[in-house]
């Protein structure tokens, strides 16, 4: 499926703590190197294909896969208050939330967390 609203990605990472990798400086000169592109997680390359490869292999995809979702709110110690808050019961939670690969699950986080 389609996520709907894959900003909410890098919204939910920035909420739990995840650096979201992205293209965020502007690209430095070096003498030595030339045109260096940068992460914001750091790294640096002067190829922009290979920058492209590392922010889409470094960047969770939390809709496609709630389960990253429910790892990460229990890291931060609020998965049993967002469960509880969700209210579904353990099957209507697999149903509605743990099948769906829109991101509802992150998108609740997000607005529990807010």
């Not at 920035?14 to 750091?42: A, F, Q, R, S």
């Not at 922010?55 to 208050?81: C, F, Q, T």
């Amino acid at each position: 499926m389609n996520d709907p609203q894959p900003e909410n990605n890098k919204k939910f990472a920035e909420l739990v703590g995840i650096c979201w990798h992205e293209n965020d400086p502007p690209p430095i000169y070096t003498m030595e190197y030339g045109i260096v592109l940068v992460c914001k997680c750091g790294f640096k390359t002067q190829s922009l294909t290979e920058l492209n490869k590392h922010i889409k292999e470094s960047n969770p995809d939390y809709a496609a896969d709630p389960r990253l979702v429910l790892r990460e709110m229990e890291r931060i110690g609020k998965l049993m208050g967002f469960l509880i808050e969700l209210n579904l019961g353990a099957c209507g939670f697999i149903y509605s939330y743990i099948l769906d690969e829109t991101g509802k699950v992150r998108d609740a986080a997000i607005k529990f967390m807010k």
